[in-house]
């Protein structure tokens, strides 16, 4: 990668763009801590992001992707901020019980089933995507590419609020994905965010994996 376009990039970026980033780092690395607060900050990130993906980058369907991201922070704050719910690790993910005790859901692992569900799913979202996209937006960067990664975002993201352990190996996969559309399309300050994104995903993991080993996964907002 040429260091010229990102130092000018660098310069270039406005103090609203900044915030945006801010924000959007933020919610991942509060999100690996199993903080509540990280929604917050994930409202206000994809507001700004969205902007900066149609307008600059022409990513429709990324730029939808951070609209959805902004519906998603409200469910995931009201979710986690619910009483504990127990589910045995075998059942669905809309199979919960109630107890009626204080704290967050509790982290699972996901089913083989739910693997295939997680990857058809988002294969067959983001084709129709991809062609919803070409259709309506005549010159779309990448636009299969961007609408499979925006797919599987999307429903990464379900599994983040259903607290299953395996949606930061999606995310580790999906944000890599994304390091090589923002280097085709030359938005090589976004690359930079999502080779930290990867690490704080992996960070997330092996945080996440601690606590369910622990048995302490009803940590504090």
Sequence with gaps: MDAQPLIA???ATPLLDW????CSLLYVVLASRDRNACWIFAAVGSLL???QMLAVYNLVSDALLQLFYLVMAGVGLYRWR???RARPAAEALDSVVIVHEE???AILRMTLGEHLTVVSSSLLLGYALANFVLIYRVGAAMPVLDGITTAFSVVA???LIARRLENW???????AAYV??????GAYLYLLIMLMYIVVAVYGYRHWRGLMVDGSDQSAA
């Design 9 to 11: 990039q660098i310069g």
């Design 19 to 22: 915030l945006a980033l801010a």
């Design 49 to 51: 992001w969205a902007h």
């Design 82 to 84: 619910r009483s504990v």
């Design 103 to 105: 704290g967050k859901p």
């Design 157 to 159: 993201t379900f599994l």
């Design 169 to 175: 190996l999606y995310f580790v996969a999906i944000d």
């Design 180 to 185: 090589f559309i923002y280097w085709r399309t």
